[in-house]
């Protein structure tokens, strides 16, 4: 049974319906209530500690939390589950260390909406060459984030409901800008509380159904394991048997039948692994029909060479023989840091970094924290079991799955009713959703607050600022549809390494603009422009000869970068004092 497309029917159509038009509505409820600029891009910097947590947590996990990881896990097993530590522990540190001293700096020593405002006011950047340069990394990077969001909602959309790519990309995105044309920071966060919920339910809800089907932990696990032993006797079975079966299809018809015998038979036990573009159960399909043609006694040639064809097909496969169930299998130490250093990653991401200056009070911190890290954890967990049951569950019902980033979508088609599977498919929906609208918010206060009112406009009414960051939530989604239209587009690449950009460039300088009072304005600009090309430069030219996440390097580079630019001039004295009145007031 193939679960590659879902089964379209009224009750997931209503579900869908219902939920997109309760996003919308927030959106439109808030619109009045957007009075200033600082309602729009920050609600006015009174978010309650639960809201900040899950609204942090939505807007950063996207669709990757609910397709991406689970697909990971389904074919890489437990090595992927490093990624979900780094993420854990960079989060945490996130939340316990840049949390506080932010939102102090941010709304007590400055009263700055935007990363680029904290920083010009941080290192008196009277020259506004550090928000230049923050608000082109920040469009460039969102600009191509936001697009990857859209085409992951348009692929839901086209798989759901069977449309044509190009309408569901547009149906999606109109979803998404309205919200966030209207509603603003506040709309924003609301419907991230509510994707944030949604998401956990699906993420919890699946895993245990999954789970009961199965028949338990051990079941789930002697199956992965068969299928692990499996996938290491068709690798053996390429260098020998499989060559054999070639040379006896010409002299031995009847002995290369009982050779395709033997290879279904361990074929049987591993039917979630791919072979080219056909699948373990494919593939079985296919010499079945071999085994009733050699049968016959009588055959073309065209019958013999499409059955070499298949039987090629599994002998040219890669495959990478590892137990899915250890943490250790087939993977070196640059391996293990490099999907821990994820983490670094969230100290530079803007659209999270906002969520801590728009809390309420330094004094919600702590319960945010909580709330946010047991929401992380309990959703990480739920999309790496998924992953791993996937395995046990598609062998044990003899199911096909080509994707295996559809391993969530198949599992809710198949396990619920239409109204409940309507409910876990709108939690990517909702994932995709509060990911890209967070990062439209902030590309749109980058050019309502960062150019037009502090470079070109310092003048501006709040009434015309409002209206440029709706027109930049306009122009920026315009782009971002435009990159969107090919959802094969190259450009799209860029996606992969945008977290380490961040991460290198701004995180690194974030981190040492709250620590150390010594660093200069100039340090800031090198350790940010360092951080950017060296992601940049290690992705497409070292990385072949040096295999870490670009991160690791790009952050240590900014980071030293930062050091000593910063030892070749003093700090002024004003950012000094600016400095030690936000130790005071964490020190209270």
């Given at each position: 049974m193939s679960l590659e497309h879902i089964t379209l029917n009224l009750p997931i159509l209503i579900t869908f319906a219902c939920y997109a038009l309760l996003m919308l509505s927030i959106g439109f409820y808030f619109f009045n209530q957007n009075t200033t600029s600082g309602d729009y891009f920050l609600g006015n910097k009174k978010m309650g500690p639960v809201i900040s947590a899950l609204s942090a947590g939505a807007s950063d996990m996207s669709g990757w939390l609910l397709m991406g990881l689970p697909g990971a896990l389904y074919v890489s097993g437990l090595i992927e589950f490093y990624i979900a530590i780094g993420l854990s522990i960079g989060a945490l540190f996130n939340w316990l260390f840049v949390a506080k001293r932010l939102r102090i700096y941010t709304g007590v020593v400055s009263n700055s909406l935007t990363i680029p405002d904290y920083l010009e006011t941080r290192f008196s950047d009277d020259r506004h060459i550090l928000r230049f340069l923050c608000a082109i990394i920040i469009l460039i990077f969102f600009t191509f984030y936001i697009s990857s969001g859209l085409v992951g909602g348009a692929k839901l959309f086209e798989a759901t409901f069977g449309l044509k790519y190009h309408y569901a990309l547009s149906i999606g995105t109109i979803i998404i800008v309205i919200y966030t044309f209207f509603g603003g920071y506040k709309a924003v966060c609301w419907t991230d509380l509510i994707q944030g919920l949604l998401m956990l339910f699906a993420l919890l809800i699946v895993p245990i159904v999954m789970l009961y089907h199965i028949g338990g932990i051990k079941e789930a696990f002697n199956l992965i394991q068969n299928s692990d032993q499996s996938?290491?006797?068709?690798?053996?079975?390429?260098?020998?048997?499989?060559?054999?079966?070639?040379?006896?299809l010409k002299n031995n018809p009847k002995e290369a039948n009982k050779k395709i015998q033997e290879i279904i038979e361990i074929l049987n036990n591993a039917k979630d692994l791919k072979f080219g573009d056909k699948t373990a159960i494919e593939i079985t399909k296919l010499l079945q029909d071999a085994q009733a043609i050699l049968s016959k006694g009588q055959y073309t040639p065209q019958e013999i060479h499409s059955i070499k064809e298949t039987l090629l097909l599994l002998q040219d496969s890669k495959i990478q023989p590892h137990s899915r169930l250890s943490m250790f299998s087939n993977i070196s130490l640059l391996g293990i840091l490099s999907a821990l250093a994820w983490g670094l990653g969230y100290f530079g991401?803007?659209?999270?970094?906002?969520?801590?200056?728009?809390?309420?009070?330094?004094?919600?911190?702590?319960?945010?924290?909580?709330?946010?890290?047991?929401?992380?954890?309990?959703?990480?967990?739920?999309?790496?079991?998924?992953?791993?049951?996937?395995?046990?569950?598609?062998?044990?019902?003899?199911l096909s799955l080509n994707d295996p980033e559809k391993i969530f979508i198949a599992m809710s088609q198949i396990l619920f009713n239409p109204w409940i599977c309507g409910i876990l498919l709108s939690a990517i929906l909702a994932a995709i959703m509060s990911t890209a609208s967070s990062q439209l918010l902030v590309s749109s206060s980058t050019i309502a607050q960062d150019f037009y009112h502090?470079?070109?406009?310092?003048?501006?009414?709040?009434?015309?600022?409002?209206?440029?960051?709706?027109?930049?939530?306009?122009?920026?989604?315009?782009?971002?549809?435009?990159?969107?239209?090919?959802?094969d587009s190259s450009v799209l690449s860029i996606v992969a390494y945008a977290w380490a950009g961040f991460g290198a460039?701004?995180?690194?300088?974030?981190?040492?603009?709250?620590?150390?009072?010594?660093?200069?304005?100039?340090?800031?600009?090198?350790?940010?422009?360092?951080?950017?090309?060296?992601?940049?430069?290690?992705?497409?030219?070292?990385?072949?000869?040096?295999?870490?996440?670009?991160?690791?390097?790009?952050?240590?580079?900014?980071?030293?970068?930062?050091?000593l630019v910063s030892y070749l001039q003093k700090p002024r004295e004003g950012t000094k004092?600016?400095?030690?009145?936000?130790?005071?007031?964490?020190?209270?």
């Open positions: 996938k290491e006797i068709i690798i053996s079975m390429q260098k020998i048997d499989i060559p054999q079966t070639l040379d006896l991401q803007p659209h999270i970094l906002v969520r801590f200056m728009s809390i309420r009070s330094i004094k919600d911190i702590p319960l945010a924290t909580s709330i946010g890290i047991l929401w992380m954890v309990a959703g990480l967990l739920g999309a790496c079991f998924i992953g791993l049951l996937g395995i046990a569950y598609i062998n044990k019902f003899n502090k470079i070109f406009k310092k003048e501006a009414s709040e009434k015309s600022i409002m209206l440029m960051s709706r027109m930049g939530v306009l122009f920026v989604s315009l782009i971002a549809f435009l990159i969107s239209t090919n959802k460039s701004f995180g690194s300088v974030i981190l040492f603009s709250l620590f150390w009072s010594r660093m200069t304005r100039m340090g800031a600009i090198a350790g940010m422009i360092t951080g950017a090309l060296v992601v940049i430069l290690h992705k497409n030219f070292f990385k072949a000869h040096f295999p870490i996440y670009e991160m690791i390097p790009a952050f240590i580079c900014a980071s030293i970068a930062i050091i004092k600016a400095f030690e009145t936000m130790l005071n007031e964490v020190e209270r």
